[in-house]
């Protein structure tokens, strides 16, 4: 099952804030982000395995809830080259290759 | 550049075709999954193959066929082309697996197919 992003979509004036959210009706093993450029492919921001941890890259870091099954990711201070499309990609491990399932997008638009 | 190189990048059949779609890597990995991505969506996994054999399949018809040949580039094939294959199709490699063995991606910058 798909796991559920919010929001949609989001507007940003440079060095605002925002975060962005993935929850999963299953117990998972670890949660990716992405992030999409138009006409690009997706590019891995960070992963982030259960025991709640949270990882960080420059100003943009990510938190794990293992107990609820939920991830966010938090944008500080930011700046144009952030816009794009963020995907959280879910895996649970099974016996025939793991595999990530992909939230529907968060599109986030940085402007001046 | 992401080292997995994908062809044709843009391509268009009509509905009932058939279409090939490519796959390599500089790195030669032996794992390699491909994603359906529609458009305003996230992708799709479609399947993955391990040293030539399937090894994981998403919910899509057994038209969606793949290969993985011994110097680990891949294709895709779609028979019986409809309407709704329009998409970006992906192709992903393994990074460099954590010890932990979690499955961190490199995509290929797709393959977008349109279907009149």
């Known amino acids: 099952q798909q796991p559920v992003q919010s929001p949609q979509a989001v507007i940003l004036r440079e060095g605002e804030d925002a975060v962005i959210n993935c929850s999963s009706s299953?117990?998972?093993?670890?949660v990716h982000w992405y992030r999409q450029k138009h006409g690009e492919a997706p590019v891995f921001l960070m992963i982030?395995?259960?025991?709640?941890e949270q990882k960080g890259h420059e100003k943009i870091s990510a938190s794990f809830n293992e107990k609820k099954q939920q991830s966010s990711l938090y944008l500080t201070a930011s700046q144009l080259s952030y816009s794009g499309t963020y995907f959280c990609?879910?895996?649970?491990?099974?016996?025939?290759?793991?595999?990530?399932?992909f939230g529907t997008g968060t599109q986030l638009k940085v402007e001046l | 550049e992401t080292g997995v190189t994908q062809s044709p990048t843009h391509l268009i059949k009509t509905r009932g075709q058939q279409v090939t779609l490519r796959c390599s890597s500089q790195s030669g990995h032996n794992t390699v999954s491909w994603y359906q991505q529609a458009l305003g969506q996230g992708p799709q996994f479609i399947f993955q193959y391990y040293r030539e054999e399937e090894n994981g399949r998403g919910n899509f018809p057994p038209r969606f066929s793949g290969l993985q040949f011994p110097n680990y580039s891949s294709e895709l094939n779609v028979n019986a082309l409809e309407l709704d294959d329009s998409a970006l199709y992906l192709c992903?490699?393994?990074?460099?697996?954590?010890?932990?063995?979690?499955?961190?991606?490199?995509f290929g910058a797709g393959s977008r197919l349109t279907v009149l």
């Open positions: 299953k117990a998972l093993y670890s």
């Open positions: 990609g879910t895996e649970i491990l099974t016996g025939g290759g793991n595999k990530l399932t």
């Open positions: 982030l395995l259960k025991g709640g």
């Open positions: 992903a490699i393994p990074r460099g697996t954590p010890s932990s063995g979690a499955n961190v991606l490199t």
